[in-house]
């Protein structure tokens, strides 16, 4: 099954053609990795799933309701000098469906205990974001769309400067949001957390997209099954042919 579907989908920015002939079905509960270089596309494409952009031509099929999106830039998109507690971000989460205006109840603090519990931070609930480590503040960014009970998850480079302890963590949560059903794209340019995160791939090169799978990305690249080393993707391939 699946929620989200591209069909001959084309893209611009400033009016000039970014992607185009774009096609392709995220199913439920997959984690699809979306890999390219530097300019080729991928937050364009994460804009135009957000209903931020609209396609020039083509379309996208998404029945996901807007308060069940939800994305995860990799500019930090607080203000780290306004004065919020780990906690207080994560119960923004109710926002989209609850409204920012009603105030939280029982339920909402209770789903938000267990929210940072699963994310080994309940100890830092109280803790201004702005005394947060990258690691930590990842982590309470993704607790935030937990809170959500995101169906769609777009997240860009979560791995990107934080620790080793945190990459499992977000790792395991978001293969937990996976078997749940959500449909999960994320911005990866590391080959060894592809291998380990992603079901299949898509690939941005010269305006077009290729699906592909990690197992089949790892052979182009290396010639032999699993990497040796921790590589990390070039983009001088693959050619979208
Ligand atoms: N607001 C904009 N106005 C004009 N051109 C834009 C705008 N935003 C992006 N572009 C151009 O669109 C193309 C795709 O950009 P996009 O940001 O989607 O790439 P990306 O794959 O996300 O790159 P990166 O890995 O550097 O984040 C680039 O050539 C970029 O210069």
């Not at 400033?14 to 270089?37: C, M, N, P, Q, Y």
């Not at 119960?91 to 940072?116: I, N």
Request: net charge negative.
């Amino acid at each position: 099954m699946s929620h989200l579907q591209l069909h001959d989908l084309q893209l611009a920015q400033g009016g000039r053609t970014v992607l185009e002939h774009l096609e392709g079905t995220f199913e439920d509960g997959a984690i699809t990795a979306l890999i390219g270089a530097n300019g080729a596309g991928k937050s364009t494409l994460i804009q135009a799933i957000m209903g931020m952009l609209t396609p020039i031509a083509g379309r996208i099929d998404c029945d996901i309701p807007r308060e069940r999106r939800a994305w995860l830039p990799q500019e930090l998109p607080l203000d780290l000098t306004f004065p919020m507690s780990v906690e207080e971000l994560i119960m923004t989460g109710t926002w989209p469906s609850h409204g920012a205006l009603k105030g939280y109840c029982g339920p909402h603090y209770r789903q938000a205990r267990d929210v940072m519990s699963r994310l080994g931070i309940s100890s830092l609930a109280h803790r201004p974001l702005g005394e947060l480590s990258g690691g930590q503040r990842q982590r309470a960014l993704l607790g935030r769309t937990l809170m959500q009970e995101a169906e769609l998850l777009l997240l860009d480079e979560p791995f990107a400067n934080v620790d080793r302890e945190t990459v499992e963590v977000i790792t395991q949560v978001l293969r937990d949001m996976a078997a749940n059903g959500t449909t999960i794209i994320v911005v990866l340019h590391d080959l060894e957390q592809l291998a380990r995160l992603a079901d299949c791939v898509l690939v941005l090169a010269d305006g077009h997209g290729r699906w592909s799978t990690p197992a089949e990305l790892i052979e182009r690249q290396h010639g032999h099954p699993m990497p040796q080393t921790k590589p990390i993707l070039p983009f001088a391939f693959p050619d979208p042919s």
